[in-house]
């Protein structure tokens, strides 16, 4: 057991190597620097923005560049924005806790909504699969920005009441801060739902089929019995796995439903950061964002475990 | 009725100021018509019977956050907003764009190339510091040494020698004749008055100004206080501003209506409009034009080197159309600067080659070698700004009826500058260009020694000799004369074809913020005398 963990650990110290290498490069390669990023249409001459780019070390050949961040990174030191000025790590946690709770409570909302959908749509078929599956099919063709937007113009025509364009904090106040986590969660984990649901309906269908369940039945067993000890259960590991696969999306999803919620987490952060082009910033979260879905997969694989005695082995 | 100042509405301190502009006006009668210090200083207050309230928040809705709070290092135009009350200079801008003194009580031109600036007394810094003529000489030697790479050193080069004559005193030596000089002292950042000795200004601004920095959480909130010892008695009305961030327009205006925000500002101007309509309480003044729409002209190689198919261009062009369907007729037809600058287009003079005629096009474009019409290529805008993009497929069809075809190529914000700021575009490229504070920076980019002129391939002596001349023209009236003659050339010779010209935001509030102005310097400078009454 040791072992495997070990194995995976130092697996995943070589893809977050190679994923910060990819990354920087890539943004690199992306025309434009910070320095033209921040002067924008003026007039600012070519001095002036050398003078910047020195300033930052952005003069320095490439691979340079990268093994210096790579050093400073390795001893903890993630550099400092190129915006703010300020260090990254002193920014990054407070972003990262927000997002956390946002994808957080987008997983939840996405797995109930998605598990009733896809339970109800398997288990009663007739007029209730063909509605969940018109509207699963309707919801997977609406991004989450065009949901997240209709929200926000929706809200502040109508329901200006609601808090939606003042985020708060989770410490000043927990209670506005869910309220204000609501809508952009709920926007964010409506197509994740939909898979969720689909995969969920596939499954219990699946095993409903199979001889265990026809056994379950023939031997006298509740519906309820059957449906909680055998169906659910068995239907659990593409469910997971399904869930886990989207927390990627939802990460990303988050970039576009917190800039357009004006929510200050890490999506909205590498957002900006992009934009403007600030390296470090960047670097840290893409850095951080693999890590989160390394993490998510390794849990995953343990929760398999726990669903599926015969993964334990 | 914002914009008709009245002086009958001003207490104690507006009559202060409102003396000491008089007097300014004896001293600068010298200075010819330019600095009208008017009693535009006493703002309307949204109705002559009511009295400001002090105290109160104003929270406004931004799109950007600031890069840096230094005026002599900032390059990013997102942080004007905020130095713009966090520091002030030797002179402002008043509401209808003319110069008024600011951290001077007068100033004196003993010749064409000499400026003297008596300053106000008992000026504080926001770090208790007294402002002196030693801020001054500090401020303009740190632009003016290479070390600081200062992008404002560019423009203030002529100048000779700052002399702080005595400690309320201070004398501008230039090379030669600026005319372009006093405007720039007048706009923020460009003029900002920056304390000797105080280090880490982009994060810690001290300034002089009617806010003082509290706290920035990046991406979420600015909040500014009153500056319990500036100089214009009485003001700021407001105890706090506070910017919120909004990166996404809908949001942006949703937080408006939903009372998030008092105040905001939008970039289009059929959003504002339908925003405006939605309450009659939503104040929408978009001010004087203050931003063009130009094509940048590849003029290095074939074909865009040969005038004739310049000129069809031009003529191929539909201005009006783009105007109305755009901007919903909210703005001007443009031409190099906007109205707002000396000398700026009125947007109905007759300019060369602008009155839309496809057929006379085609008939250029058969003279020059194109009988069937001749494809352009990439045409590359901005892909974030739907203005832009909206007007790019209106020219796209516009000249196709006059068989000039072209490929609309929308490209992130951060290349396309790359590519314009080193001429590797192709054939036709469209930047909006902000408000600059003289009409001379925006004749710097068609100028052939400059960047910009280069990397487009003008080569034009004739044209570098009238903008060098209306640049040392101190006369504003004789000035005037020779921007718009500019101007002419630049349309005659098609070497930008400009479309329209547009106020640089839709600025919008809700009535309860009172004594507002919007500003076409960029900047919101009239938040000192704005108050809230709810």
Redesign the interface.
Known sequence: MIRVVLTRFAWTLVILLGVSFVAFMLMRALPGDFAIAAAGSQSVSPEVLDAIRRDLGLDRPLLEQYFLWLGHALTGDLGRSFVTKQPVLSELPARFVVTFQLTLIAAIIAMTMGIATGLASARMRGRTDWFVRIYNGLILAVPNFVVATLIVLLAGLYFPQLSIFNYTPFLSDPIANLGSLLLPAFSLALAVSVTISENTRAAVLEISSQDFVMVARAKGLLPRTVLRNYLVRNALTPIITVTGLQVASLLGGSILVETIFAIPGMGQYLFDSINSRDYPVIQAIVVLAASVVILVNMLVDIAYARVDARVKA | MLKTPSSTTAGPSFDDAYDLSRRNLLRLGLMGGAMLVGPSFAVAAGGPSETPVAGGTLTIGADA?P??LDPTTV???SSYDFTGLIYTGLLRWTADMKIEPDLTVSYERPDDKTYVFKLREGVKFHNGQDFTAEDVKYTFDRILD?AT???L??QYSGIKAVTVLDPRTVKFELKTTDAAFLNYLATNPDGAIVPKGVENL??QPVGTGPFVFES?????QFTLTANPNYYEKGLPFLSKVVF?????Q??L?????????DMTWLKDPKVAALMAK?SPDLVSAPGQTSRTFPIWLNMKAKPLDDIRVRRALSLATDRKACLDTVLGGSGKIGAMIPESQVGGYDGVGEMPYYKHDAAAAKKLLAEAGYPDGIDLGNYIVVAANPLDVACAQILHQQWQAAGITVKLTPM????????W?TGGWPTLLS????W?PDAD?IF??VKSD???GTAMGIADPQLDKLITEARADVDPASRAAKNLQIQRHIAENAYVIQTYQYPLRWEIWWNYAKGYMPLAANIRSFVRTTWVKK
Request: glycine fraction near 2%.
């Open positions: 956050d890069i840096g390059t990013a135009f290479p790479a200062s992008k050193r560019a982009s994060t920035y959480q990046p991406n979420q919120k961030f909004y990166k996404d809908a949001t205006s949703s937080a408006l209506r939903s009372k998030a925000i939605t992130e914000t951060a290349p396309l500058l790359n590519l700021s930047v909006a260009l902000s600059t920076a710097q980019y400059s960047k910009f």
